[in-house]
């Protein structure tokens, strides 16, 4: 019987490539690929072409989902830059963005 899609090799070579690129912290790295390798050595004996085709689908439908989520932080991260600010500075650049600069408050000595 003729495979068609990825292998299995490139499945898993894919897989660990977005864990790495998504995952940043160590641990979380770390945890991430382990569950890889548990998934992969204990499909690795399957000879079944119906359960072969499944858990390679499951693989490829992974990596997909791996990639969107990725791809949607960095494009979040582009095109949101100023997610991560204070409320004090998104009314300072939504007062900016229409032309308006809030005066500057210091503080007064008595």
Known sequence: MATSGPS????YRGLLREIHKLYR?????????QELVS????????TDP???QTVRR??????TY???????????ELY????????????GLSAKRVGLSL????????
């Not at 791996?66 to 979040?76: A, P, Q, Y």
């Open 25 to 33: 912290s160590p641990a979380s790295r770390e945890v991430a690929h």
């Open 58 to 63: 499951d693989a490829q439908d992974t990596l």
């Open 39 to 46: 998934r992969f050595a204990k499909h690795s004996q399957v």
């Open 80 to 91: 949101n830059p100023n997610r991560n600010i204070t409320e004090s500075e998104r009314i």
């Open 103 to 110: 005066p500057k408050l210091g503080r007064t000595e008595d």
């Open 8 to 11: 299995a090799r490139h499945l």
């Open 66 to 76: 791996m990639n969107g989520t990725r791809r949607h932080k960095e494009l979040d």
């Open 50 to 52: 119906i359960h072969l």
